[in-house]
């Protein structure tokens, strides 16, 4: 019988991205800025603030798309000066965020972030927030 990804496989998965050359960190978000997981070498404080961060970036993406009829955000990509953000869909609610090295091949993250999205999507669909207070 094949069991869903458990809590246990879902940091090794993602400790598996950073392996790829050139990533450096890996968040998976709840699309309200929460980290559901992150790789094991990132520091906390640092995983927040990319959470955050990530679900603002995607928000503005997916509402600027919806202004222009262009179907759902599949991917956000954002260079800087030192380092690459990758912020893609990963399931429902879910978002999954891959920071990099500059000068890392965009083309490889890519194919690595949509099979690793297609490995663990069960996994990483975390339920929406209640506003129950």
């Known amino acids: 019988m094949t069991h869903p990804a458990s809590s246990i496989d879902l940091p090794w998965m993602l400790d598996d991205l950073v392996e790829v050359p ?34 603002s970036m995607y928000s503005v993406a997916a509402g600027t798309g919806r202004h222009f009829k262009s179907g759902p955000v599949q991917q956000v990509v954002i260079e800087f000066g030192e380092h690459t953000l990758f912020i893609a869909a990963a399931g429902q609610n879910a978002r999954l965020a891959v920071l990099c090295e500059q000068d890392v091949d965009m083309g490889m993250v890519a194919y690595e972030v949509s099979r690793l999205v297609t490995r663990i999507g069960d996994y990483l669909s975390a339920p929406a927030r209640s506003n129950d207070g």
Do not use: N, R, Y
Not at 30 to 43: C, R
Not at 47 to 54: R, S, V, W, Y
């Open 22 to 55: 050139q990533v450096v960190s890996v968040v998976v978000l709840s699309t309200d800025g929460l980290i559901v997981q992150k790789s094991t070498s990132m520091h906390q404080d640092l995983a927040e603030i990319l959470a955050a961060g990530a679900s």
